[in-house]
């Protein structure tokens, strides 16, 4: 209880939780029609009397000063979160215009078409004049061979619709148009063969663009080693956080067996790497000052090590709570300069980018740290074991029941699955993890040597093989992976409090009191009524177009619906998806009832055709169609007096069955 004693008292984790709650409401209540004259001036009103409070009263008027310095924090994160969509978000006009920008990323192979991070500078207008833009997108383009292939760093011209992407939330459970405004990133695009040209590179490259431009290298190198692609895959994702490689079907396997955490960098990984690199300079120790420059030289390395992976945020984040952890190690009691780390780390980074509190990954590394800091100590002393190898395999479940248990609300909100046996494959992929970064480093520093380097490639291959296969094994077994169990928002919070009142109860000990066990008993019934509430409800099955696909959603289960003809009738409602060619030359003397026609790309024929076959209610236009063909649908549809929907504009459509 005395770290979480030392948490709660420590003034800057009550100002992050004030910041990040300022940054979370006025992100979701109002961030439209902002008042940024009112909201600015409340806040310097608060800093006013902020300031004044602590320089009049001192002491005696404590209570008063956090008071005030917390509400100032509030809107400091509100309007930080306010002013950072503003920067990127753009009304983009939505028709086809000439754009020069920037890459920014790797460009990275898509089906058939290369997908990077462009920046636009300028738009041409229709009287020859060129518009400021200065906004993020995501291009898509089709490869030419009339051009040289674009990389990071190469000034681009193209001819393209820019537009702010579709999401159905309600469908998907995830918003991808928000995804990508809250990466900075204001619109799509997709530009054809022969509507882009590479015009040079600038004068210089930034330093993320250096980072990413090193990734790829390394990235190129590995390919060079000849592995098998599964193999290559992991070793690029696991070491340099590269996972452009990653078949769907290796993701799936490593999700199921509950060590997906293996494939993106984060905290493991910059630990694992970092007590390598503590027990390759340990003779360092024996220096005077030896501790402090161990310490010191370990921090560089992980920013080079964060460098040549492009710089990524989980990387970024990872190497800053450690950097933090080191410092505070410095300063504070070991004991508690873990809390007070991880604290700061949050803090700065909200400071820097308010968006951080809704990436995923971020919620979980904190959230993993915290538990790990938090409910470790206590499972570790659970059991007194003296044998080495027992206790190594006791303090790793520990390690892995406390990460899980912090990050399990989180887990059954967004993703709605959990691994079963993710102890069982934790014990082995901690051990083949470790044995993989320091095997790659090897092989990076001897690849040219004859034998040597042949030896420790074969060695590094044998070990990812061995780990590819031990968890297609976990993921093999009968029972791997619960999945449909989606939270809601409120269940989540619930389970969370459950699990703070089940520490609260377990770190207490000896001094537990009958309020802690009455405490958590009303969370965990509170938590079962609502869930139970929620789930005995009546829940309407609605019907979806999206995307050139018929789904159905009832609560948390999605149906996609397809026919070899088509043809679908779903609760009595009659479709037809039009996609083919197929009606062209079809006859009949007798007019179908169709509540929906749903046309998309690949359809060829016209409505007339196709009101001769049926009676058609509506008609839904679907996104993908080109603009001239929409547009000579839309006046069929107009001309013989038919409903329709526009798919390009609403993004999608449902009705309740």
């Not at 020859?128 to 011209?157: E, F, H, Q, T």
């Not at 839904?620 to 169609?625: E, G, K, N, P, W």
Request: proline fraction near 2%; glycine fraction near 6%; charge should be positive.
């Amino acid at each position: 209880m005395g770290a979480l004693h030392s948490l709660i008292a420590y003034p800057l984790f009550r100002l992050t939780i004030c910041l990040a709650t300022g940054i979370f409401l006025f992100d979701t209540l109002w961030s439209e029609n902002f008042s940024w004259s009112y909201w600015v001036a409340i806040w310097l009103l608060l800093v006013i009397v902020c300031g004044g409070v602590f320089w009049f009263s001192r002491w005696r008027w404590r209570w008063l000063f956090g008071v005030m310095a917390g509400m100032a924090f509030f809107l400091w994160g509100g309007i930080s979160v306010v002013h950072q969509r503003e920067t990127v978000q753009y009304d983009w006009d939505g028709e086809p215009a000439i754009y020069k920008g920037i890459v920014e990323s790797v460009p990275e192979v898509r089906g058939k078409t290369f997908r990077a991070e462009v920046r636009v500078d300028v738009q041409r207008l229709s009287n020859g004049n060129w518009k400021r833009i200065d906004r993020n997108i995501l291009l898509s383009w089709m490869p030419d061979s009339l051009s040289k292939p674009l990389a990071c760093g190469d000034s681009v011209c193209f001819y393209a619709k820019v537009s702010y992407p579709f999401s159905e939330k309600e469908l998907t459970r995830f918003d991808y148009g928000d995804y990508l405004l809250r990466k900075s990133i204001s619109g799509t695009a997709l530009a054809y063969a022969g509507n882009w040209r590479c015009t040079g590179k600038p004068r210089s490259l930034s330093v993320s663009q250096l980072a990413k431009v090193c990734q790829q290298q390394v990235v190129d190198v590995y390919r060079s080693w000849g592995f098998d692609q599964d193999v290559q895959a992991v070793v690029s994702a696991l070491t340099i956080g590269e996972k452009t490689d990653l078949t769907p079907e290796l993701k799936a396997m490593y999700s199921a067996a509950g060590v997906s955490h293996v494939l993106a960098l984060s905290g493991l990984h910059v630990g694992i790497l970092s007590c390598i690199l503590l027990w390759l300079f340990y003779p360092l120790t024996y220096l005077k000052h030896g501790r402090k420059m161990l310490a010191l030289l370990v921090v560089c390395l992980l920013w080079g090590f964060a460098f040549i992976s492009g710089l990524s945020s989980s990387v970024v984040r990872a190497v800053v709570m450690y950097s933090l952890y080191t410092l505070a190690s410095f300063c504070l009691e070991e004991r508690f300069s873990g809390m007070h780390s991880l604290v700061l780390a949050a803090f700065l980074m909200l400071i820097y980018n308010p968006f951080f509190l809704f990436d995923i990954s971020f919620q979980l590394s904190f959230t993993a740290v915290f538990s790990i800091l938090a409910f470790y100590p206590l499972f570790s002393r659970w059991l007194c074991i003296k044998n080495c190898v027992l206790r190594y395999v006791w303090n790793t479940l520990s390690l892995s029941i406390s990460a899980q248990l912090g990050t399990l609300p989180f887990i059954l909100y967004y993703f709605g699955s959990f691994p079963t046996y993710f102890l069982l494959a934790n014990l082995v992929v901690v051990i083949l993890a470790g044995g993989i970064l320091m095997l790659t480093l090897v092989a990076l520093c001897v690849a040219s040597v004859p034998m040597v380097g042949s030896t420790v490639m074969t060695l590094l291959e044998w070990c990812t093989s061995v780990l590819n296969e031990s968890t297609r094994w976990v993921q093999q077994l009968d029972g791997s992976q619960i999945t449909s169990v989606y939270l809601s928002s409120s269940q989540a919070c619930l389970l969370t409090a459950v699990i703070i009142c089940f520490y609260l109860c377990w770190a207490s000990g000896i001094h537990r009191k009958a309020s802690d066990w009455i405490r958590l008993l009303m969370v965990c019934n509170l938590f079962v009524v609502v869930s139970c509430v929620e789930y005995t409800g009546e829940a309407p099955e609605q019907l979806y177009f999206f995307r050139s696909e018929v789904y159905t959603r009832k609560r948390d289960c999605v149906s996609t619906h397809r026919s070899e003809t088509g043809l679908l009738c779903i609760r009595n409602v009659h479709i037809a998806v039009l996609d083919d060619a197929r009606w062209r030359t079809c006859e009949s003397s007798l007019r179908l009832p169709l509540e929906y026609a749903y046309i998309c790309r690949g359809f060829k024929g016209s409505l007339s055709q196709l009101d001769k076959l049926f009676v058609i209610r509506q008609v839904i236009l679907d996104s993908s169609l080109s603009d001239a063909f929409r547009e000579k649908l839309i006046r069929e549809c107009q001309l013989l007096k038919i409903s329709y929907t526009d798919l390009s504009i609403h993004g999608s459509y449902s009705v309740v069955l």
